[in-house]
């Protein structure tokens, strides 16, 4: 079995060819970047993405900014484009509140649940539907594509009820159930995907060439699915980091609250007084920050998963 | 092997939900002992206005007579509603004791999530609680909910902005009318996009008490059945005054809420550079704004206190703080702030819940209510708000202060933003009457709940 | 295809066609981690609105007055009550074009994270993590005070550009707040649309593509014959969950009414439940319009249900 394994570093695209069994192909001579780069189209595209990469970036670039400002430079008419004099006072204010690290903790969590047993639930239910063929599969795919179209605000009377019952509200996994609920549907979808990209006849290639069927699927098809997993990981964190509506009926405790509830709630005691835009942007900077760490790391892992993508020679 | 991972992992689920659901859950359904030190009861608090001095005063003295243990709950104002129809209808999840909005209390009486209180009226202060906030309470002639504190709406001004366009104190309210106008043409600092009296297009809080001051009501009732009466005679010359303030006084926009207006009062001209020279522009907007009158703690000259944090410092040669004038001179009718406080009709310690109201409406709490400037529920003790020109204003507009409809259906006309629509359209009406008859058509059958 | 049982299932090779006699219960067990929990969390819930929907449930019925049932009258005031076609044409719009807007601009990005040199396509991934690692209570607090009326960055800059937007109001009028809706909801979804799209092309072999460039196919030629065909399924399941998304978009609109604007002109299908919901605490009328919202999120999708399916099929 050969295969090859194409370098992210110096390739313009970070691409992963999938292993073949035939001999690879002969690389162009200065595919890489080296040559490409010096194309002007490529300049002018380079350009393009720089200034879109400042767009996008804006707003997130807005709320730092404004989190280091003191509130009277923010009440100005004219705004202030950077954080010149500025200080971690706002940082300091709202981490005194002693509130923060508790909604960390939940949110954190309730994000870490949601997020293994839904990959887990969904790679099983994914594995089910593009390996076999069965009866009922037709429903059950259907199902998994009717429910994500359930609007969820008006669901949230019964699911209080639900959690009601089971003695789950103000609890953790209540919570999370709800999460993985909402997100299994969607990541079982986006999942099939991937499994039925990975083919079969390539596992059966590694086993014939003397490797065991954990062995085959550690190093072939996980490797193919990382990155389904990886976005369906970050789709699924998102989520339960993000939602609101639900984590609002079901957590009434002030000591079992969620970011998203925390932060909103910092926000609604700011309006009380006069908004003290500061801190808020601060608050909402600390809430944002774990979502940044959490992408740093996996976008490490998606790497990594695609470089080790390659099989051993 | 594949039967047994599948297997393995659904158990391995099963078990670390269990596991976890345990954890959090362990501190409940301790309620089975007749003993009361095991006993815990929850009470809301909505938003962040009843400081914390009187929270650990409230859990000290209910554990000093009763032994068992308060559990205060903040529930944000935005959320209150929501959280109290899932809660309260629950047995086993509902706060024992918990605070509303004085406009949501008739909503929640009707449909019975309180306890009838009746017989604990007298001894909790009786007729000397705010009457129009226990009306909200009661349906029939049984108390459901009480007053806990009252707040209200006054007019703050940039004193030395209205004196630079020679504008007297008004005594009246058509002087007051009159007097914004004149300000907003003088506009005496040449300010773009300046308002002689700020009022945003759909901050109708603040504008009912053109209605009121006019003898104008938003809606009647005969045999419980309730009716909008906008297009009334008296309601629709407040209106047109209204009309004419947002034309000739105001430059709010016309989708602004009763929500952070104090700021346009606000100079933020302190930004200096290195050299010491103003670099920011001001901003300074409105001469004269209305607001609940603890919206003094937001205007002034700009400061920090000893933790470093902004702070506005109230000026008297710029500011000043008066009650909305009335046609009569005495101060104007305006909506009262404040809210209600009741029983859940669903708690498992009705005999705790009705100390804790005791505790609440005991004369040492009342005072505590009074000296952080909310006004206390017992007239008796509101000597404790002090006499400064904040207390004084807060007093005499609430002498004649008034509260939305006592309507069953007051919280959905308040849920579904009608007032804040109808408000928004009255500016560029030309037909107001027309207009108010529109919406009395909308309003009627949402009060009475239908 | 035939059947691919190879993970987790047994090491001979399979009979295509015809499922393995000791597999027949494996598929069953696979599913039922993920059924279980779909019936825990979702079972009751949708039973309950279900029969809410053709019940009187208000306020009084959740404070246990029997509700009384109304078999289907609640529809019927629904589907006379011209508000709430209007809300539906909106929505309808709004998701419609602001599905396809978000949809052309991650897939332009997509392809330029694949084209650009390596910097500044991580300089490009970062910004886009960074505004998809937004919370969207505080990316809707961001967004919100760049549009303030008065200190808001946006009139400042457009007025420095000479143009007359000193405190102009955006939300005001329901066509600007509409416009700035879906420039938060598209910065937004954009991120994930891009990568998931960018996750299928690296999935693109570059051997093929560079062997295509080679033999002379063009740009568009390459990406209608070799790059869409691969990523289709992912370009497929983006865009419905861009148009289910869409269609009841809810935590943006319902801050931003918050922020200004008339809520009555600027409900959307989300927002319209809320009201009804908690607003009006008119539970019976919001498990219709919720009924009602699920049936036409079929009916907008089927036709890439049924291909989807197909293609499953095949």
Redesign the interface.
């Known amino acids: 079995m050969t295969s ?1 394994v ?1 370098s992210t570093g110096t ?8 292993p073949q069994r035939t001999a ?2 002969i ?2 001579q200065g ?1 890489g ?1 080296g040559n490409r ?1 010096f194309r002007p189209g ?1 300049i002018v ?2 350009v ?3 200034v ?3 767009i ?2 804006f ?2 670039y ?2 730092l900014n ?1 989190s280091l400002l ?11 484009w950077l954080p010149f004099g500025g200080s971690f ?1 706002n940082f300091v ?1 709202v981490f005194s509140g002693g509130t923060f690290l508790p909604a960390l903790g939940m949110s954190t ?1 309730i994000a870490i ?1 949601t997020v293994v ?1 839904c990959l ?3 790679f ?2 994914a ?8 009866r ?3 429903a ?23 959690m ?1 019952s089971l ?8 919570v ?3 999460y ?3 997100v ?3 990541t ?3 999942l ?2 991937f ?4 083919p ?1 006849d390539l ?2 290639a590694a ?1 014939i060439d003397g490797l065991s ?1 954990t062995q ?2 550690m190093r072939i ?1 996980f490797p193919l699915l990382a ?2 997993l990886v ?1 369906s990981g970050v ?1 699924a964190f ?1 989520q339960a ?2 939602e ?2 639900v984590a ?2 079901l957590l ?3 000591s ?1 609250q969620t ?2 509830l925390w ?3 910092f ?3 700011s ?7 500061g801190q ?2 601060a ?3 600390l ?2 920050i774990p ?2 760490i ?2 740093l790391f996996v ?1 490490g892992r998606m790497t990594s998963g ?1 470089v080790s993508g390659a099989v051993k020679g | 092997m594949k039967r047994k991972l599948a297997s393995l992992a659904a158990l391995a689920t099963a078990s670390a939900l269990v596991l976890a659901g345990c954890s959090s859950n362990a501190d409940r359904g301790a309620d089975a002992s007749a003993d009361n030190s095991v006993k815990t009861i929850t009470l809301w608090l909505a938003g962040s206005d009843t400081p914390d001095e009187l929270r650990e005063y409230l859990k000290t003295e209910f554990n000093k007579e009763t032994g068992a243990t308060l559990n205060i709950q903040q529930q944000d104002w935005g959320d209150l509603v929501t959280k109290l129809t899932t809660s309260l209808p629950d047995a086993n999840n509902t706060p024992d004791v918990t605070e509303l909005g004085n406009t949501q209390s008739s909503t929640f009486t009707n449909v019975g999530a309180f306890l009838n209180i009746t017989d604990m009226y007298d001894e909790l202060g009786g007729s000397k609680l705010l009457q129009s906030f226990v009306d909200a309470g009661m349906v029939g002639d049984k108390n459901y909910s009480l007053p806990y504190y009252f707040g209200s709406r006054a007019v703050f001004t940039r004193s030395d902005v209205w004196a630079a366009a020679g504008v007297e104190q008004p005594k009246t309210l058509d002087e007051f009318n009159a007097g914004v106008a004149a300000i907003n043409a003088a506009n005496p600092l040449n300010i773009p996009d300046f308002s002689g009296f700020y009022l945003g297009g759909q901050d109708w809080r603040n504008g009912i008490s053109w209605i009121f001051a006019n003898d104008g009501e938003l809606a009647t009732v005969k045999d419980g059945k309730w009716t909008s009466t906008l297009a009334s005679e008296n309601t629709l010359k407040g209106l047109e005054q209204l009309q004419q303030l947002y034309k000739s006084a105001s430059n709010a926009p016309n989708d602004a809420k009763d929500s952070n207006q104090y700021i346009y009062l606000n100079d933020s001209d302190e930004i200096k550079d290195a050299e010491g020279a103003v670099t920011a522009s001001t901003s300074l907007s409105a001469a004269s704004i209305m607001a609940p009158t603890w919206a003094h703690w937001s205007i002034g000259t700009l400061g920090t206190d000893d933790a470093g944090k902004a702070t506005r410092t109230w000026d008297d040669t710029k500011n000043a703080v008066f009650a909305l004038p009335g046609n009569d001179g005495k101060p104007a009718p305006v909506f009262a702030g404040g809210s209600n406080i009741g029983i859940s009709a669903k708690s498992k310690n009705p005999e705790l819940a009705k100390s804790l109201m005791k505790i609440i409406f005991s004369k040492d709490y009342q005072t505590m209510l009074g000296t952080n400037g909310l006004g206390p529920a017992n007239s008796d003790h509101v000597d404790s708000l002090g006499d400064d020109q904040f207390a004084k204003a807060l007093i005499a507009s609430a002498s004649n202060s008034k509260l939305t409809p006592a309507a069953p259906g007051w919280a959905t006309v308040e849920g579904s933003l009608v007032m804040e629509e109808f408000f928004n359209k009255i500016e560029a009406s030309t037909d107001l009457k027309a207009l108010a008859q529109e919406y009395d058509k909308k309003l009627t059958p949402m009060l009475n709940g239908e | 295809m035939t059947t691919k049982n190879l993970v987790l299932a047994q090491a001979d090779p399979p009979r295509p066609g015809r499922p393995h006699k000791k597999g027949r219960l494996t598929p069953y067990v696979l599913v039922i981690p993920a059924c279980a929990i779909l019936i825990l969390a979702l079972g009751y819930p949708l039973v309950w609105q279900f029969t809410t929907s053709m019940q009187k449930f208000g306020l009084a019925q959740q404070f246990g007055q029997p509700p009384e049932f109304v078999w289907f009258d609640n529809y019927v005031t629904l589907f006379t009550d011209p508000y709430m076609w209007a809300v539906v044409a909106r929505s309808l719009a709004f998701c419609l074009i602001t599905a396809g807007v978000t949809m052309a601009i991650g897939t332009l990005m997509a392809l330029l994270m694949n084209a650009v040199h390596n910097a500044v396509r991580i300089t490009l991934q970062i910004s886009l993590l960074l505004a998809w690692a937004m919370p969207v209570v505080a990316a809707m607090t961001v967004w919100n005070w760049l549009i303030d009326w008065r200190r808001g960055v946006l009139n400042s800059v457009l007025s420095g550009m000479g143009l007359d937007f000193q405190n102009h109001n955006w939300l005001a009028n329901p066509m600007s707040f509409f416009l700035i809706a879906m420039v938060i909801v598209v910065w937004m979804s954009v991120p994930f649309v891009a990568f998931s799209i960018y996750a299928g092309l690296t999935q693109v072999s570059t051997e093929v593509l560079e062997a295509a460039q080679l033999d002379g196919a063009r740009l568009s030629q390459r990406l209608r014959f070799i790059i869409v065909p691969i990523i289709r399924p992912v370009l497929a399941i983006i865009l419905l969950l861009q148009v289910i998304w869409d269609l009841r978009v809810f935590t943006q609109i319902r801050l931003l009414q918050d922020a200004g604007s008339i809520a009555s002109e600027t409900n959307l299908l989300g927002t319209y439940i809320y009201q009804l919901g908690v607003g009006s605490s008119d539970f019976a009328m919001a498990s219709a319009v919720s009924i009602f919202v699920l049936v036409l999120t079929v009916a907008l999708s089927w036709f890439y249900v049924r291909s989807m399916l197909k293609e499953d099929d095949s």
Do not use: C, H
């Open positions: 090859t194409q390739a313009a695209v970070p691409s992963r060819t999938r690879p192909p690389r162009q595919a970047s780069s490529r595209l380079g393009v993405g720089i879109i990469s400042l996008w970036v707003p997130v807005w709320m404004s003191p509130n009277v430079v923010l009440q100005s008419t004219t705004p202030t006072d204010a969590a649940i047993f887990l639930f969904a099983l239910g594995l089910a539907i593009s390996r076999f063929r069965f009922g599969r037709k059950f795919v259907l199902a998994v594509l009717l429910i994500q179209m359930l609007p969820a605000e008006g669901l949230f009377i019964a699911q209080y009820k639900l009601g003695n789950m509200l103000n609890s953790i996994v209540g999370s159930i709800i993985i609920a909402a299994v549907p969607f079982i979808w986006m099939r995907g499994v039925a990209g990975v079969a596992e059966e086993m069927r085959a699927f098809t990155p389904g976005a789709y998102l980091w993000n609101f509506t609002l009926v009434q405790d002030n079992s970011l998203p932060l909103r709630g926000i609604q005691a309006a009380s007084r006069a908004t003290d835009w808020v942007m608050a909402s900077t809430v944002a979502v940044i959490f992408f976008q695609l």
